[in-house]
T-cell receptor
Framework: DAGVIQSPRHEVTEMGQEVTLRCKPI?????LFWYRQTMMRGLELLIY????????DSGMPEDRFSAKMPNASFSTLKIQPSEPRDSAVYFC????????????FGSGTRLTVV | GNSVTQMEGPVTLSEEAFLTINCTYT??????LFWYVQYPGEGLQLLLK?????DKGSNKGFEATYRKETTSFHLEKGSVQVSDSAVYFC??????????FGTGTRLQVFP
């Protein structure tokens, strides 16, 4: 298996632009998680899905952030409009539903908003 | 709510030194306990885990024992290598469908 695949690896955009981050989980994994990592706040859980349904989005910072999982093999995290404070590394992780904490992380997308 | 506390870094060691990174968790129920490692420029990887009291998780020379009486899961390695330089995250899992990650502890090993 190729693991959790995220794209793009790096994204540089101007303030106010829309940004879409993509994630392909491991086939057969029922749970998908989006995290944001910064030096100031560490690793933050933004949202997670079970069987394509959003379960907890309490970590989404504000309405500018949205996430979708239209099917079991694809998820997106969208920021519109983007702001410089959104600059961070965004990670996607997936897990079988009965794995009880054993997540597989992607390599992340480094987002820079200028 | 449930939480986890890790020792602050960076931890700086010479090669072949003994490593301990402390981790304590909130004693609500009986969580499974995990250590994840993040190498530079990469995502987190599962390092080891323990699912019940007195269990010892081990991998790549690292060990951690689930201590219910002290609500701790300290990470240890007898002889670190330069290649162990990374950020280490302690994470309990409380059967709530999501891990609770600590703040991470950066380890720097010098030759």
């Amino acid at each position: 298996d190729a693991g959790v695949i995220q794209s793009p690896r790096h994204e540089v955009t101007e303030m106010g632009q829309e940004v879409t981050l993509r994630c392909k989980p491991i086939s057969g994994h029922n749970s998908l998680f989006w995290y944001r990592q910064t030096m100031m706040r560490g690793l933050e859980l933004l949202i997670y899905f079970n069987n394509n349904v959003p379960i907890d989005d309490s970590g989404m910072p504000e309405d500018r952030f949205s996430a979708k999982m239209p099917n079991a093999s694809f998820s997106t995290l969208k920021i519109q409009p983007s702001e410089p404070r959104d600059s961070a590394v965004y990670f996607c992780a997936s897990s079988p539903q009965d794995r009880g904490g054993g997540y597989t992380f992607g390599s992340g997308t480094r987002l820079t908003v200028v | 709510g449930n939480s986890v506390t890790q020792m602050e870094g960076p931890v700086t060691l010479s090669e072949e030194a003994f490593l301990t990174i402390n981790c304590t968790y909130t004693a609500t129920g009986y969580p499974s306990l995990f250590w994840y490692v993040q190498y530079p420029g990469e995502g987190l990887q599962l390092l080891l885990k323990a699912t019940k009291a007195d269990d010892k998780g081990s991998n790549k020379g690292f060990e951690a024992t689930y201590r219910k009486e002290t609500t701790s899961f300290h990470l240890e390695k007898g002889s670190v290598q330069v290649s162990d330089s990374a950020v280490y995250f302690c994470a309990p899992y409380y059967n709530t469908d999501k891990l609770i990650f600590g703040t991470g502890t950066r380890l720097q090993v010098f030759p």
